[in-house]
């Protein structure tokens, strides 16, 4: 599926299960947002995906800020050895980033649809979010499994049982196909009307 596809499938699913709750305005934006980037989250494996386009741009601002704070050591004439590090995680949150970091690099270090794809991609990366934000994490995980579920019925399909090799795939649509397309209008169709009926 397209990333637009898995974006209008994602936010359907996250308002879908919103809606049972009745949430307030800001906790439904942000369970909308947690299950967009779920949704976009197991195409991190690919270079030219959403998700790996805002994580570049991400570690392109980590770079600026690290080549600033070289300049500020060089400048200010600081050695080294009178900076100490002595970092230990020793809070939830911190260990719930360590956990995502790890999942993303082990993802990009695996071919595409494969850990990052797999039941146990999901566990691992909602135990991360779980970890760092509680249990709004949940929104995350509806839209990681909504990107499973929408690749799973394609034609190449997911490694679904990684680290076992076989690929699972229900070969119903091609993605990029006219087909995807009609599937993401209509799930976004469906956010939108889920979103009015629940306001």
Request: charge should be positive; include cysteine.
């Given at each position: 599926?397209?990333?637009?596809t ?79 590090f ?13 956990v995502?970091?790890?999942?993303v ?35 995350f ?19 679904l049982?990684?680290p ?36």
């Amino acid at each position: 599926m397209t990333g637009k596809t898995h974006m209008a499938i994602g936010v359907a699913s996250a308002a879908a299960f919103l809606s049972t709750s009745n949430p307030t305005p800001q906790k439904f934006i942000i369970g909308l947002s947690l299950g967009m980037m779920g949704a976009l989250m197991p195409d991190i494996d690919i270079k030219t995906s959403k998700i790996s386009s805002f994580g570049r741009t991400v570690l392109a601002y980590i770079f600026v800020i690290l080549a600033v704070a070289g300049f500020v050591v060089y400048k200010g004439n600081i050695h080294l050895n009178q900076i100490k590090f002595s970092y230990k995680p020793n809070s939830m949150i911190e260990y719930g980033a360590i956990v995502i970091l790890s999942c993303v690099i082990f993802s990009k270090l695996t071919k595409h649809r494969s850990f990052s794809h797999s039941i146990l991609g999901l566990i691992l990366f909602y135990v991360g979010f779980r970890l760092l934000i509680g249990e709004i994490s949940t929104y995350f995980a509806i839209g990681f499994i909504s990107h499973i579920a929408a690749d799973l019925i394609t034609n190449n399909g997911v490694e679904l049982l990684y680290p076992m090799k076989s690929k699972m795939s229900l070969k119903l649509v091609k993605s990029g196909s006219k087909l995807d397309y009609i599937i993401g209008t209509a799930s976004f169709a469906l956010f939108v009307y889920i979103t009015i009926k629940t306001f």
